[in-house]
Every structure is written in C-alpha cells, then in structure tokens.
C-alpha cells in the first residue's frame, strides 16, 4: 500500500447549527462523510483510508461505515480539537511504509476521482499539491462593516482538498508546526512553512465545503439532480 488517504472528519459542525454533526447529516440516500469515502476509495491508488471522527463518536463512526459498506477503511480514529489535530492523530496509524498521503475533508462530498488523482500524481512528482480554484470576484478586507482595502486578486487562490505529500514531508511538516505553536486551516500551510513549495492544481467549483445551512441545501439539490 502505497497511498493512503486522511479523512478529517471529527469537525462539531457548530456553523450549521445542528446537533449532528455536518458530516454524518444524510444527502441524499447517504450520510455526507459516507459519499466522500466512497470516492476516495473508488480510486485504484488510494490503498486504504483512514478516518478521524469526534471522539465520542468513534464505535458510532465504525459502525455506520460498516453500515454502508464503505471498503477500504483502515481505522477509525479519535480527532482532535482542531482539524490539524485530528490529521495528525489519524497520521499516527498510517503505516510507515505509505508513501505518499492524501488528505480530504469529510464535508466536501463533490470530489471526483479523477481530481484525486490529479493531486497524488502532482504531489508524486513535486513533494507537496493542493487543488484550488483562482478568484474571480474582487476581494475586500472588511472591518466592523467598512471596507478597509481592496485586495489585488491576481495570484489569488481559494484552496479545496484534495491535498497530497510525500508521508514524511508531512510528517516533518506537522512535527514542526506542533513546536512551533502553529495551527493552520490546511496541511499545505505546514509544508510552506518548511520552504518548500506546493504545487496547484485546478480543483473544481462543485468541490465546495459544506459548512452553512445554505451549503447544505446546495449540496442536497446537487445529489438530487444525480450528480451522485
Ligand atoms: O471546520 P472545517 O470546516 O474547516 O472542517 C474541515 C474538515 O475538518 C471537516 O471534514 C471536519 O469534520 C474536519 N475537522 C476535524 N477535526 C476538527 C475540526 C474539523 O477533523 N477538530
């Protein structure tokens, strides 16, 4: 086993103002986090996958990917308190012989497998890829309702997962941060830290993450209109 996938899944989903967690909420016929596993492992690279889930919900995690026949799951692991904790615990129970990992978050359930693939094969030959897509709409910083700066959006990115890298870049990457006291919204940002470069590959506009109310809705019209 070669590549393995990281699924952080162990968010409180508190955005969405449900008790339930975002990712364990249904779209369609099946949970959100049940949809985003079973691309990830239709993907012939990706040799096996391991999942953080919140800790107090670990068995119930198990259990319901066994529910759905979600294949390739390695192990279930307890998250942490913020979502570069958790990768680095389900880090923790990745065999050493891995030698290149995938990260995706459990809320963005409109990855293809193509797109997956794209990542591992870039991040193969550079170390480190992310996908993202460039933005298009003028950016502003806003301060108590006022604009404040109009941000020059050329070179702008707004970054998805699949994210991808050699295991021990990772690793090396999240030791680091873990030292240096530094917490960072995706894995990509440990790596720069290093110096050393991530390459970006195109994501897609459909590859969103499920955060609000709102974005829940989306997704459910998506999954309504057969998009999976
Ligand atoms: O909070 P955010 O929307 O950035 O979460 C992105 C992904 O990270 C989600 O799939 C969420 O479940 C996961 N996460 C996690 N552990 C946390 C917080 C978020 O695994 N403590």
Redesign the pocket.
Known sequence: MTTVAI???????S?LGRRR???FLSVGRAPL?VR?LRVLAGVREVGGIVV???PEAVGATRRLLERFRVPRIVAVVP?????????WLALQVVPASTSLVVVH????PFITGSLVRRVIGAARRHGAASCGVPVVETVKQVHDGKVEATVEREGLWLVQ?PQAFHRSLLWEAHEKARSGGFVG?DDAVLVERLGIPVRMVPGLPENF???TPADLARARTFAARGRR
């Open positions: 699924v952080p899944a162990a968010g409180s989903g955005r967690p975002k990712q986090v985003t953080a889930a919140p998250g942490g308190r913020e979502r570069q904790e958790s990768v978050d459990a809320v963005r997962t919204t993450k499920i955060t």
